[in-house]
């Protein structure tokens, strides 16, 4: 597609609840991007990826987050058993390319995740 | 320390201000530079890269300096729409591939 397309829009968990989200990269993109905004705070990185294969992951929580990016699938980010901390917006971005300097990355819209 | 730095905000301007953000990074070996704006609730999205020459968009300027580890974007004339929280974003390949964001500064115009 033409743009970051991230699912659902909203998300509200029960605490110790799933939750999973969903990026479906700009096509032609080998590089996706998760990260984590909470309250309008800066932004936390999370995760990058090469096509399917995990490039760098230093900004995962060791417990309770997981994500993949497939093959022809969306990439996804999986909180299990969410705490209130993990209340925030979710955002995917993808780039073409790294590291040069008129590489741009292109956002989702976010997923608000709420966990109550 | 934080590995990218901003000016913590807000910013209240008049419409026709000038406006000066400054950002600074810790990371030497930082290759590329960008300013990214996001608006209230919504995703961020690409002003303009940073060139170590320095570069001009209209009323924006964004300046490079690798020796101070400083960047800096200059909002010319500013207009209500101008009005949006500021990140300065920075790229490094040092061991590995990284994108960090700052903190963001919070920019109100008023009429």
């Known amino acids: 597609g033409e743009e970051v397309a991230q699912t659902p829009k909203h998300l509200v968990r029960g605490e110790g609840q799933k939750a999973k989200l969903y990026c479906a990269p700009i096509?032609?993109?080998?590089?996706v991007f998760w990260y984590q905004q909470v309250l309008k705070n800066e932004f936390k990185f999370l995760i990058s990826f090469q096509n399917e294969n995990v490039f760098d992951e230093t900004g995962m929580p060791k417990e309770r987050f997981s994500a993949k990016c497939l093959p022809n699938s969306p990439c996804s980010l999986e909180i299990q058993a969410t705490k209130l901390e993990d209340s925030a917006v979710y955002f995917c971005a993808s780039s073409q390319s790294l590291g040069a300097v008129n590489t741009e990355a292109f956002f989702g819209q976010g997923t608000r995740l709420t966990v109550v | 320390r934080k590995e990218v730095e901003q000016d913590p905000g807000p910013f209240n301007v008049p419409e026709g201000a000038t406006v000066a953000f400054n950002c600074t990074y810790s990371n030497s070996a930082s290759q590329s530079f960008f300013w990214y704006r996001q608006d209230c609730r919504k995703e961020p999205k690409l002003l303009m890269s940073?060139?170590?020459s320095g570069n001009e968009d209209g009323r924006f300027t964004a300046q490079l300096n690798r020796a101070s580890q400083y960047i800096s974007l200059l909002i010319r004339d500013s207009k209500l729409s101008d009005s949006a929280t500021y990140l300065c974003?920075?790229?490094?390949?040092?061991?590995?591939?990284?994108?960090?964001f700052g903190a963001g500064t919070r920019l109100f115009v008023k009429a």
């Open positions: 096509k032609g993109h080998s590089y």
């Open positions: 940073v060139y170590s």
């Open positions: 974003v920075v790229n490094s390949q040092d061991g590995g591939f990284k994108t960090i």
